[in-house]
């Protein structure tokens, strides 16, 4: 059972930057599909950034550029640095790993952006 556990997050000013960290325990292998998603009230969750399966990285539109998701040195950790963040990136952000066909998610981050 692979569980993940997220840090980071918190309240910051219109412009200002956060970092997500996540690491996931209790795979047998490497996860490669990696990733984070948002879900601001009342919308459904959407995909923020992630690895794919072929260890490429993609984006949500509205995130290219400000975004960067990384993987860390230790093994099954990825982080997401948030920069010139927006008050519509106000929403709660979850940590997913796909792994053996099954979706597994941290219990989500509250990120809050004042403008």
């Known amino acids: 059972q692979v569980q993940l556990r997220e840090s980071g997050g918190g309240l910051v000013q219109a412009g200002g930057s956060l970092r997500l960290s996540c690491a996931a325990s209790?795979?047998?292998?490497?996860?490669?599909?990696l990733g984070w998603y948002r879900q601001a009230p009342g919308k459904e969750r959407e995909l923020v950034a992630r690895?794919?399966?072929?260890?490429?990285?993609m984006y949500a539109d509205s995130v290219k550029g400000r975004f960067i998701i990384s993987r860390g040195n230790a093994e099954n950790t990825v982080y997401l640095q948030m920069n010139s963040l927006k008050p519509e990136d106000t929403a709660i952000y979850y940590c997913?790993?796909?792994?053996?066909?099954?979706?597994?998610w941290g219990q989500g981050s509250q990120v809050t952006v004042s403008s």
């Open positions: 997913n790993a796909y792994y053996f066909w099954n979706d597994y």
């Open positions: 690895f794919t399966m072929s260890d490429d990285t």
């Open positions: 209790g795979s047998l292998f490497r996860i490669t599909s």
